[in-house]
């Protein structure tokens, strides 16, 4: 059985990072970078990395399941659609079809250029701007809540999670930035970033899977099975905590973390 630890390690990195807008993309990147193989193939550790981003999914599909029905119509006895207003599969559609199709076409190009620590580094420093601009930016709130987003607005997010395709951006912190230029509030554009994340990481994982499943062994399974249950629950804590902080943090506390990360890594790593 490969190292136990390195399961939990890197569990704990997708989990804190998956759905923070500082990119877990780039920190898996960057981590696998410092720590030993432990004799783990290339393609076992890709395997890995689907199935803990899938750990990452199922903490957000347990936290929003509510807003999910919501989007084919269900309402538990307490609740009321909003005259004329309410989330629905369109808006869902509009934020994700861009970056999906986009993924889709260069896939391969940008993990054959982009996916090394130099580039992600790069788009930390990058992605980090793009975060501040938001926050000094951000037009008149018209979206305090989901129900409140209009299709141009859920349109304009799926084109600033195009930006997540580059490692080391940050799928939320694009979405997130993106729904507050749109207009929404942090709060509306957070819980926007985080439901749309649900079909974004399944395609992608399922798609990544269709293509590895061959790696997959049953020698491996402790090993997956350890990183999938660390992603679940940290990416759980980390989505409670995170919202909570929005009430308090700006976008801007996270651009800052993301450039000393990038001054870290270069100085001791890369320099």
Do not use: C
């Not at 936290?63 to 999910?68: K, P």
């Not at 399974?221 to 009430?247: C, P």
Request: aromatic share 14%; hydrophobic share 55%.
């Amino acid at each position: 059985m490969h190292d136990i630890w390195i399961a939990v390690i890197i569990g704990i990195v997708e989990g804190l990072t998956e759905f923070l807008p500082v990119s877990s993309t780039g920190h898996m990147i960057l981590v696998q970078q410092l720590l030993p193989s432990g004799g783990i193939s290339e393609e076992t550790m890709k395997s890995f990395d689907v199935v803990i981003q899938l750990g990452a999914i199922l903490a957000v599909a347990v936290l929003y399941w509510r807003s999910v029905l919501r989007l084919f119509g269900w309402r538990d006895k307490t609740e009321q659609a909003k005259p004329g207003k309410g989330l629905n599969l369109l808006h869902v559609l509009l934020a994700i079809v861009p970056a999906l199709g986009l993924a889709y076409l260069f896939g391969d190009f940008i993990k054959g250029k982009l996916f090394y620590p130099g580039p992600v580094l790069i788009s930390l420093i990058v992605g980090g701007i793009f975060l501040i601009i938001a926050e000094k930016k951000q037009p008149q709130v018209t979206a305090e809540d989901m129900d409140d987003l209009t299709y141009r607005q859920a349109f304009f997010i799926g084109v600033a999670q195009i930006l997540s395709i580059w490692p080391g951006f940050s799928r939320s912190g694009a979405t997130i930035a993106g729904g507050m230029l749109a207009g929404a509030s942090r709060k509306a554009a957070a819980d926007f970033s985080f439901l749309i994340a649900i079909p974004v990481m399944v395609a992608a994982s399922g798609y990544e899977m269709l293509k590895g499943y061959k790696y997959f062994s049953a020698d491996d399974f402790g090993f997956f099975a350890v990183g999938f249950i660390v992603s679940f629950i940290v990416a759980l804590l980390a989505v409670v905590t995170f919202l909570k902080l929005l009430q308090k943090w700006t976008l801007t506390h996270f651009a800052y973390y993301r450039f000393i990360l990038a001054a870290l890594f270069w100085f001791f790593v890369l320099r």
